[in-house]
């Protein structure tokens, strides 16, 4: 069975910084490109940060470019998102996610980490 | 960037009866396009991927059509479950990009 559960997620005041972790299991976690995306409360779900199976490619949305930065371990099964300079807007509830064959066709999410940006 | 607008935003249905929601994008997507399926709490469910095929373990009462702009998801006769928030999502080009939803509710 797939599982991907992420965590550090939190309160964090304007300005400040996190970094989310997803740890991934139940498939070859080196062979599967991995995504971040996130949702806002009564929003859609937001596409944030990809990652190829090697860490080769890396894509940001220009909401998260220059100041989060996507990585993984592949010998942990582990993807992680760095977030720097974190405001209000980037409150939302941020879940990794993966593809079953069908590149960017999210079939495997994570319960998903609650980041708050507030003072 | 791909602009994707998901109608209505609330659609009331009666259970048994069915519904069809629809989503158009900025601009072709072929039929690189998905819908997903959310309940509170919940992260979201793929329903369908490459526009009309049905993701494993999906029931047959959900269908999907389309290709280029215009995409539509059908649900036959809903059932209790089906009562949620459906999104559609582009996967032709980056950013990838999400509708902003369509409610279904129990009239």
């Known amino acids: 069975e797939v599982q991907l559960v992420e965590s550090g997620g939190g309160l964090v005041q304007p300005g400040g910084s996190l970094r989310l972790s997803c740890v991934a299991s139940g498939f070859t976690f080196s062979d599967s490109a991995m995504t971040w995306l996130r949702q806002a409360p009564g929003k859609g779900p937001e596409w944030v940060s990809f990652i190829s199976a090697s860490s080769g490619t890396t894509f940001y949305a220009e909401s998260a470019k220059g100041r989060f930065t996507i990585s993984r371990d592949n010998s942990k099964n582990s993807l992680y998102l760095q977030m720097n300079s974190l405001r209000a807007e980037d409150t939302a509830i941020y879940y990794c996610?993966?593809?079953?064959?069908?590149?960017?066709?999210?079939?495997?999410w994570g319960q998903g980490t609650l980041v708050a940006v507030s003072s | 960037e791909v602009v994707v607008t998901q109608s209505p935003v609330t659609l009331s249905v009666s259970p048994g009866e069915g519904a069809t929601l629809f989503c158009r994008a900025s601009?072709?997507?072929?039929?690189?396009f998905a819908w997903y399926q959310q309940k509170p709490g919940r992260a979201p469910r793929l329903l369908i991927y490459?526009?009309?095929t049905g993701a494993p373990g999906v029931p047959a009462r959900f269908s999907g059509s389309g290709s280029g702009t215009e995409f539509t998801l059908t649900i036959s006769s809903l059932q209790s479950e089906d009562f949620a928030i459906y999104y559609c999502q582009q996967y032709n080009s980056w950013p990838l990009t999400f509708g902003g939803g369509t409610k279904v509710e129990i009239k």
């Open positions: 490459g526009a009309s």
């Open positions: 996610a993966t593809p079953r064959d069908v590149p960017n066709v999210f079939d495997y």
């Open positions: 601009q072709s997507v072929s039929s690189n």
